[in-house]
C-alpha cells in the first residue's frame, strides 16, 4: 500500500481509504478565528464545523487556527505543512476507528511569528466570531481575589508593549480597538474550556485588562461584543506516536499529529452572538437560553472524576485513567463522591438522567481504548481545582453536607504534590505551580495545613474548621496507611459497592 502525506494535493488518492472533506475548501470564507488550535478544538469546533460544511450554502464559517504560544511551534508547523488538514480518529468502545479528515481550519497562524498579523485576522470584517481553548489558567484569574491577576509579567508585558502581545488579553484587546476605530462591527467571543460561566469570565477578565490597557474601549466592548457561556465535552487524549503509525500502517496515511478521541461528544451553548453564527444545531449542538446547570453538572461530574481518578491512579501508580477506574476500589469511591457529594448540589436538569448520566461517565472513563493519560489529567491540577471541585466543597459546607470525600481528594492531591508514587516512582508534575506546589507539600509533612495556604488555588478554605479538620484527618490517614487502605475504609462506611 502507498504511504500519502496528508495535503490537498493528496486528498483525492486518500479519500478512497477514508472520509474526506466533500467541499471545496478554497471557496470558504473565514469566519472564526480560534485560538488554540490543540486537540480538543479539532476534535469539538472544528469537528462540528467540518460537519456543517458538507452543506454547499455554508461558506461563511472556515477556520483560521491561531497558534498562541512559542510552546505550539510544532502543531503550527505541522498544520501548516499539511494545509490545515488533520486526521481525526474516534476510538469507539468495541475497539474499532473510525477516521475521516478533517477540512475545517482553512488558516493557520502563529502569533509569535507575526502578532501584527493575528491583531489583523480578529478585527477583519468577515470574522465574526473568536473562540478560545486556552486551558484553565490561561484566564489569568486569582482565586483568592476573585479578580484579575495583574502580577502576571505576560500581562506586565502587554501593557507595555500592545503591539506585540503575549497573551489572548493583549490580542483581543488590540483586535477589538481596531474594529472601534475603523467603524467595523463587533463580534462575538466564545470561550470553549472548562469553566463555569466561560462566557461570563471571559468577558470579566478581558474588560478588567482593557479598562486598564484602553479604558476609552470599554464602552465599545459593553455594546458591541458577546459572550455565551457553553458546555463542552470530549474525551481527548494526547496523541501518541503509536496512534500516529498505526494510522500510515492501516490506512497509508501519513498525518504527523492526527487527533483521537472518544465517540461521545456534547456541546451546549446560549444562544447570543450578536453578529451571527454557524447554523451548529443541524449537526447536534444544543443551544439554549442557560447552560449554567448543564456545564456545572458536566464540571462537577466528567472534569471532577478525571481529577478524582488521576489523582488517586497516580498514586497508585497507574498510567492510564481506564486503568484506575478499573481499580474496584477507586471506582466505589468515586460513585461515592458523585452521589454523596455532588449530586445534591446540582439541582433539577430538564432533560437529564442523572443517574443514567453517571453510568455513561464511567463507561466512558473506562474505554480500553482510549488510554487517557493520567499525566494529562493532573496536568495543571492548580487551576482545575477551583473550578472543578472547590464549588463542590463550598456548596456543602454551606448545606452542613458530607465533604469527607472531597477533602480525602484534597489531602491525596497533597501527597502526590510531593512528586512520588506510592511503589516509589517519580510523577512528572506538570503544573504553572509547580514550585508553589512542592514546597507546600513539604511543609505539609510536618503540618498538613500548610498545602491549603495556596490561597491562589484554594481561597480562604483554610479558615473552615469543618473542611480543615476533615483535609487534616484525611492526610494524616494517607501518610499512616495507603491510599488504596483508605478507599476500603471510606467505601465501608457509605457502605457502598460498584
Given at each position: ?285 444544543q443551544f439554549v437560553e442557560n447552560v449554567a446547570p448543564y456545564e456545572k ?202
Open positions: 500500500m502507498k504511504n500519502y502525506k496528508l495535503n490537498n494535493k493528496n486528498l483525492s488518492n486518500i479519500s478512497e481509504r477514508i472520509s474526506i472533506p466533500q467541499y471545496d475548501r478554497s471557496k470558504l470564507k473565514t469566519g472564526i478565528v480560534h485560538v488554540g488550535i490543540g486537540g480538543f478544538h479539532r476534535a469539538h469546533e472544528a469537528f462540528y464545523t467540518d460537519q456543517l460544511l458538507h452543506d454547499p450554502s455554508v461558506t461563511d464559517w472556515g477556520i483560521c487556527g491561531v497558534a498562541l504560544l512559542d510552546f505550539d511551534t510544532k502543531i503550527y508547523n505541522i498544520l501548516k505543512e499539511q494545509d490545515g488538514l488533520y486526521t481525526l480518529i474516534v476510538k469507539e468502545l468495541d475497539g474499532s476507528h473510525t477516521k475521516r479528515v478533517i477540512g475545517s481550519i482553512v488558516e493557520c497562524l502563529f502569533a509569535p511569528e507575526d502578532p501584527i498579523k493575528v491583531i489583523e485576522k480578529m478585527a477583519s470584517p468577515e470574522v465574526k466570531i473568536i473562540t478560545l481553548t486556552i486551558t484553565e489558567g490561561g484566564y489569568n484569574y486569582n482565586e483568592a481575589t476573585k479578580q484579575f491577576d495583574f502580577g502576571n509579567p505576560l500581562i506586565q508585558h502587554d501593557l507595555k508593549n500592545p503591539q506585540s502581545p503575549k497573551t489572548i488579553f493583549g490580542y483581543l484587546t488590540q483586535a477589538l480597538k481596531l474594529r472601534k476605530e475603523r467603524g467595523l462591527k463587533g463580534c462575538t467571543i466564545q470561550s470553549c474550556d472548562n469553566i463555569q460561566g466561560n462566557g461570563h469570565m471571559t468577558k470579566k477578565m478581558l474588560l478588567s485588562y482593557v479598562q486598564t490597557a484602553e479604558p476609552d474601549l470599554v464602552q465599545w466592548i459593553e455594546s458591541n461584543v458577546t459572550f455565551p457561556n457553553a458546555m463542552v465535552d470530549r474525551i481527548t487524549p494526547v496523541t501518541t506516536p503509536s496512534d500516529i503509525s498505526n494510522l500510515k500502517e492501516t490506512s497509508g496515511i501519513e498525518d504527523a499529529w492526527p487527533v483521537v478521541c472518544e465517540p461521545f461528544k456534547q456541546w451546549v451553548i446560549e444562544d447570543d452572538f450578536i453578529e451571527g453564527r454557524p447554523a451548529w444545531e443541524t449537526v447536534g449542538v453538572m458536566k464540571l462537577s461530574l466528567l472534569n471532577a472524576g478525571h481529577s478524582v481518578l488521576g489523582i488517586l491512579g497516580a498514586l497508585l501508580g497507574y498510567s492510564t485513567i481506564d486503568e484506575a477506574v478499573n481499580n474496584r476500589n477507586i471506582r466505589a469511591f468515586l460513585n461515592n463522591y458523585m452521589d454523596v457529594e455532588v449530586t445534591s448540589t446540582l439541582g433539577d436538569l430538564e432533560g437529564i438522567n442523572l443517574k443514567d448520566y453517571k453510568q455513561t461517565l464511567l463507561e466512558r472513563f473506562g474505554n480500553i481504548n482510549i488510554k487517557d493519560q493520567i499525566d494529562r489529567i493532573c496536568s495543571e491540577t492548580s487551576a482545575k481545582f477551583p473550578i472543578f471541585i472547590l464549588p463542590t466543597i463550598h456548596s456543602q459546607l454551606k448545606n452542613n453536607g458530607s465533604i469527607q470525600l472531597a477533602a480525602f481528594v484534597t489531602a491525596a492531591w497533597a501527597i502526590y504534590s510531593l512528586g512520588t508514587n506510592e511503589n516509589g516512582e517519580a510523577l512528572n508534575i506538570k503544573d504553572a505551580l509547580k514550585s508553589q506546589l512542592t514546597e507546600k507539600a513539604k511543609e505539609a509533612i510536618h503540618n498538613p495545613i500548610a498545602f491549603l495556604e495556596i490561597d491562589t488555588v484554594f481561597g480562604a478554605i483554610k479558615h473552615n474548621k469543618q473542611f480543615s479538620e476533615a483535609f487534616v484527618n484525611a492526610y494524616k490517614s494517607i501518610t499512616n496507611n495507603n491510599i488504596e487502605t483508605n478507599l476500603i475504609t471510606i467505601n465501608n462506611t457509605f457502605k457502598k459497592t460498584y
